[in-house]
């Protein structure tokens, strides 16, 4: 069954993954990315948040389609050496590897119950990067706000 | 056959191939930032994957962070992306080439 489930999720989330990089329009893009984090069950970040600021990067910027005629650049030939050669290096990698590191404190009980313990160790043992992720999160919203205003500020003024 | 830490690198490293593939490949902006995000996905599955194999729950509160530290990285990424679109008007990566040498 635990195979069944992961089968049928990992096809899910590579076709959908290839459907992101091969369709012509980008809102499709964008929608077969949800169905790819779907299948990876990150649903809880990614439609609420990065789905909706894409899909507003879409329709603000008024790409049309029939600009997207030609995807690929120039360089592709280089592109898909880069990539063949990745495939063979990871690939060689991901198949020879061994864990070698030691088992952690958690076992199976302790791991099907994780959100708690999750919780837990977010709030005691990490709560220093909680917060410094949280100024990060700050600082990413006023970023992105500055970017975008002092663009704005230009153009009103030539 | 039961699952494995390799069945789930395998799958990690399968999206990892096809988000530097859209990276490398495609002319679009969005469509790049997207397999970033893919990018991201697959490695927060290898680490989600590795925290449980090794009984081990620092990957699970990486998994949290990273998530985090992407939407703040597509948050920046769009709004560069809506500054350059506003003063070059295109959205392709080989029009943007000032900087090269």
Known sequence: MEQFFFYMFAIAAVVSAVLVISVRNPV???????????????????????MVLFLFAVLV?????????????????????AIAGLFVVMGILVVSGKITAPLGPFDEPALMKNTEVIGKSLYTSYIFPFEIVSILLLIALIGAVVLVMSGQGKENKG | MALTLTHYLVLSFILFLVGIAGVLLRRNIIIVLMSLELIFNSVNISLAAFSYFLQNLNGTIFVVFS?????????????????????RQTAYVDELDEMRG
């Open chain 1, 28 to 50: 499709h893009s964008a929608f077969y990315l949800i169905v790819c984090f779907l299948a990876a069950v990150q649903l809880f970040i990614y439609v609420g948040a990065i």
């Open chain 1, 61 to 81: 910027l008024d790409i049309g389609r029939e600009q997207f005629r030609e995807r690929f650049h120039g360089q592709t030939v280089p592109a898909l050496a």
């Open chain 2, 67 to 87: 998530i985090t530290i992407a939407a703040a990285e597509a948050a920046i990424g769009l709004a560069i992306l809506v500054a350059v679109y506003r003063r």
